[in-house]
């Protein structure tokens, strides 16, 4: 009887990292470049225990789901957009660990260096790019990254890709990826397209589908769960009063 509580409480564990997951891609459902999370459970070692309940010994592994989003013009020059394959590449500065990302909404700082909205340096071919301050000129960044201010080459974004970015990229933090000691490889022919950003790719009604569905098989191990707890509150009564 004790077995069976331990498999509705492990169940219910499992529902209720499940449940987790769903929130975080629903937090994000706006988040620019965002890649909904998934939760991997692999059942080994099946086997009825002593009471003839099924049990097995799970393992979680979370993982990206990597598809691309929605395509959506702003007409913001800064913004841009990934048409195929690939990533940008970000870099903390004070300690150099890099990011990738397809979120492509960037800013200038005062000190003309292009950045993401979280105050990472955007990287060009050659390091950071850096804009020409207060110059007022437009902006133009061609289909191959090549940045223009005032038709004056400024540098090109870094496109990177991954031999396998399921396997080789974690999520660091919002719509950002850390490498994981894999070495990206320099895009060939990357499709960059301005005044345009890549929206999440998590679809809320598909989520919230999930967490109705989640919700409810935790509800039957939480009645399982208080049934068993009933009937060994009996059995320990009933015991107590031979």
Avoid: C, W
Wanted: glycine share 10%; charged share 25%.
């Amino acid at each position: 009887m004790l077995l069976r509580l331990e498999n509705a409480a492990a169940s219910m564990s499992e529902m209720q990292r499940h449940q987790d997951r769903v929130a975080n891609n629903l937090a994000n459902a706006d988040t620019v470049g965002y890649k909904r999370d998934r939760l991997f459970t692999t059942a080994l070692n099946e086997r009825l225990d002593a009471e003839g309940a099924p049990r097995s010994d799970r393992r979680f592994r979370q993982g990206n789901d990597l598809s691309a989003g929605t395509l959506e013009e702003t007409g913001n020059p800064l913004d841009v957009a990934l048409g195929g394959d690939g990533f940008f590449v970000t870099q903390n500065e004070a300690t150099g660990e890099q990011r990738y990302t397809r979120a492509g909404h960037f800013v200038v700082d005062n000190e003309g260096t292009l950045r993401t909205p979280g105050g990472l340096a955007v990287m060009g071919e050659g390091g950071p790019l850096q804009l020409p301050v207060d110059t007022g000129g437009a902006i133009e960044i061609s289909k191959s990254g090549e940045i223009r201010v005032d038709n004056r080459r400024i540098g090109t974004l870094r496109v990177v890709t991954f031999d396998n970015p399921q396997q080789q990229l974690q999520r660091a933090e919002g719509a950002a990826f850390a490498a994981d000691g894999a070495a990206p490889q320099e895009a060939e022919d990357p499709l960059v397209l301005q005044g345009t950003v890549e929206t999440s790719n998590v679809d809320p009604v598909a989520e919230m589908t999930d967490m109705i569905e989640h919700f409810r098989l935790f509800e039957s191990q939480q009645k399982a769960l208080r049934t068993t707890d009933s009937v060994l509150s009996r059995a320990t009564r009933d015991l107590g009063e031979l």
